[in-house]
């Protein structure tokens, strides 16, 4: 079974550019979550849809957004770019929630200049 | 607000164990986890508490005390394959929320 997936592996964008970023959870996971991990930090919690619905947001601005498709894949959209958001994008797809722990992809490194 | 504290580094030695001790304070608590994350690499999944106690599994164990707000995890008969950095995570109430902690760098040496 393929794990979780996410494209691209790395990116690189100027600042005010905007930003997709796709995660495919593992079949059968109805849950996806994001987080942002910056070099030396534990992951930051940003999103968490569970069957194509917002469960849960952490403290970032409204530039971030995303959403989750019918087939449970989702994507995270950034706007206007800042140095700031230069970090590993990581999709973690569960069950449902959080109580059955997560399984993440290899994370999504993007580098704005 | 919501805090996990974990040491930042710890050193041991191949053969040892060591324990890698979290404390936590959040506005609700639906479960701890424990991951381990190799550098450049995603977090992978280690253990769960949900009930105090002692949870073993193979060469790890984890330790939950919810009246403390502590855990622990313990890592037996130490390999240089151990060499990562552990991650505390709380699962919050109702499940949809997980935040980590900063994560502790573990060297291990010959």
């Known amino acids: 079974d393929a794990g979780v997936t996410q494209s691209p592996t790395h990116l690189i964008k100027t600042r005010g550019q905007q930003v997709t970023l796709r995660c495919s959870p593992i079949?059968?996971?109805?849950?996806v979550s994001w987080y942002q991990q910056v070099l030396g930090q534990g992951p930051q919690f940003i999103f968490q849809y569970y069957e194509k619905e917002e469960r849960g947001r952490g403290n970032f601005p409204d530039r971030f957004s995303a959403r989750q498709f019918p087939n449970y894949s989702s994507e995270l959209n950034v706007n206007a770019l800042l140095l700031g958001d230069s970090a590993l994008y990581l999709c973690a797809s569960s069950l449902e929630g959080t109580t059955y722990g997560y399984t993440f992809g290899s994370g999504t490194r993007l580098t704005v200049v | 607000g919501q805090n996990i504290d974990q040491p930042t580094e710890m050193t041991a030695t191949e053969g040892a164990i060591v324990q890698i001790n979290c404390t936590y304070q959040t506005s609700g608590f639906n479960g701890l986890f424990w991951y381990q994350q190799h550098a450049g690499e995603a977090p992978t999944f280690l253990s769960y508490?949900?009930?105090?106690g002692l949870e073993e599994k193979g060469r790890f164990s984890s330790f939950l005390s919810r009246s403390k707000g502590y855990s622990y995890l313990l890592l037996k008969e130490l390999q240089m394959k151990d060499s990562a950095s552990y991650l505390c995570a709380v699962s919050l109430t109702g499940g949809f929320k997980t935040i980590f902690g900063a994560g502790t760098r573990l060297f291990v040496k010959a």
């Open positions: 508490n949900v009930l105090d």
């Open positions: 079949s059968g996971h109805k849950s």
